[in-house]
């Protein structure tokens, strides 16, 4: 969407190895992933890199810059400045749910179908748990927001594309033959 034809580079998976082969120029661009994101950017960038873009503010919001990453613009402001008009269209809404998704830390859902009694049970558990001081304290610390039903539907309905996205991805990755790991 951007005019840049990326070329994936598999096996960096933990962030040192990624932060690693940047440093190495090995590679172009990492994506960082985290709570330790803003900390991490003012170590690269005291080495002279720049960021490009952030994955936008929220779930609810992707189109506004995230406030803990000073001075980096969202996508959709970056595409803006680049092309001169907002991004649309179902490879943008494509682009979304993947950003949703790279947001999400954990999810834990029972399977379609599941019976009502066990929804019951499931959702009376979640209420237990989040009014337990303790997880609370333990999710502050670790910088989660766990989310309770019903908003955590509307969480994981941002993750889920609409077909044509889906087709509008799918045809993009099938283009581009190296994006597949061997």
């Not at 840049?4 to 932060?19: K, R, Y």
């Not at 929220?58 to 991004?87: C, I, K, M, N, T």
């Not at 993947?98 to 830390?105: H, N, P, S, V, Y």
């Not at 594309?161 to 790991?181: K, V, Y």
């Amino acid at each position: 969407m951007l005019s840049v034809d990326p070329s994936p580079v598999f096996g960096l998976s933990e962030p040192q190895d990624a932060e690693a082969a940047l440093r190495d120029g090995r590679v172009d661009a990492i994506f960082l992933g985290g709570h330790d994101v803003p900390q991490r950017l003012r170590t690269l960038g005291g080495l002279g890199f720049v960021p490009l873009f952030s994955l936008g503010g929220s779930d609810e919001d992707s189109l506004a810059a995230d406030p803990a990453l000073d001075g980096v613009p969202a996508f959709a402001e970056r595409f803006r400045q680049q092309s001169g008009h907002p991004p649309a269209g179902p490879l943008f809404a494509a682009w979304r749910a993947i950003a949703a998704a790279a947001r999400l830390d954990v999810a834990l859902v029972l399977p379609p179908l599941a019976p009502p009694s066990l929804v019951a049970r499931w959702r009376s558990a979640c209420e237990s748990a989040l009014s337990d001081f303790g997880l609370v304290s333990a999710t502050r610390t670790a910088q989660v927001d766990a989310v309770p039903a019903p908003a955590c539907v509307q969480a994981l309905a941002r993750i889920n594309a609409d077909e044509t996205a889906q087709l509008s991805l799918r045809r993009w990755i099938a283009a581009r033959p190296g994006w597949r790991p061997t």
